[in-house]
């Protein structure tokens, strides 16, 4: 239900464009947020987007290199990764909770499959 893509290896400094397709049901009402995980670490928010609104909310440490978006034509929520560095290497997953853009990640009921971001430096 929900697909993630976009992942992959860049230079520190970089961008990336990550996507999450959501399909098989309705959205509306829900938060939809990029959640990372680097290797050894515990799972961390770092944007979300109101499905109805598109309010946005981030994690303060990103929210000038990231950049959260939503195509609903597609049914997709697009993760902008600017200006990349090696601490940002992470598995990204997207997921979404009916208790909206909540940083309480056992809220999320609904997740997609995570892609690999590695940024060298």
């Known amino acids: 239900q929900l697909q993630a893509s976009g992942g992959g290896l860049v230079q520190a400094g970089e961008s990336l464009r990550l996507s999450c397709a959501a399909s098989?049901?309705?959205?509306?009402?829900?938060?939809m947020t990029w959640i990372r995980q680097a290797l050894g670490k515990d799972r961390e928010f770092v944007a979300c987007i109101w499905y109805t609104t598109s309010r946005t909310y981030y994690r303060n440490i990103e929210k000038d290199r990231f950049t959260i978006s939503l195509d609903k034509t597609e049914s997709t929520v697009h993760l902008h990764l600017n200006s990349l560095k090696p601490e940002d290497t992470a598995v990204y997953y997207c997921?979404?909770?009916?208790?909206?853009?909540?940083?309480?990640?056992?809220?999320?009921?609904?997740w997609g499959r995570g892609t690999q971001v590695t940024v060298s430096s």
């Open positions: 098989g049901r309705t959205f509306s009402g829900y938060g």
């Open positions: 997921a979404a909770s009916r208790d909206g853009c909540t940083a309480d990640l056992t809220s999320y009921d609904v």
